[in-house]
């Protein structure tokens, strides 16, 4: 059972920078990515990367603000966020899909971490 460990969240002031990491143990995924959801909001696709080859996509928002990447040999992955706003405030989750494919959607995601808060203050 692939189990999935985020840290790295907390509070950040507006144009400031914080890095999330995920460590996933328990298994193997071929796509893993982050997701965020703010109070009374659905979640929201942030990133993904395939696993081997490390192709990346990033929703519309992040507009060169995000970047999602990837430690093979320690099995974790990263979101450094910069230029972070208001608006970022949110949940992140790590999530982790096994089988082939490069989704955004949540549902294809078959495991998710608990989640790390991200303030950021005006």
């Known amino acids: 059972q692939v189990q999935l460990a985020e840290s790295g969240g907390g509070l950040v002031q507006a144009g400031g920078s914080l890095r999330l990491s995920c460590a996933r143990s328990?298994?193997?995924?071929?796509?893993m990515g982050w997701f965020r959801q703010a109070p009374g909001k659905k979640r929201e696709f942030v990133a993904r990367i395939a696993w081997n080859s490390g192709l990346t996509a990033y929703g519309d928002f992040v507009k060169g603000r995000f970047t999602i990447s990837r430690d093979i040999a320690k099995s974790t992955l990263y979101l450094q966020m910069n230029s972070l706003t208001p608006e970022d405030t949110a949940a992140y989750y790590c999530?982790?899909?096994?089988?082939?494919?490069?989704?955004?959607?949540?549902?294809?995601?078959?495991?998710w971490g608990q989640g790390t808060q991200v303030t950021v203050s005006s």
């Open positions: 328990g298994g193997t995924a071929n796509t």
């Open positions: 999530a982790a899909r096994r089988g082939a494919g490069f989704f955004t959607a949540a549902a294809n995601y078959d495991y």
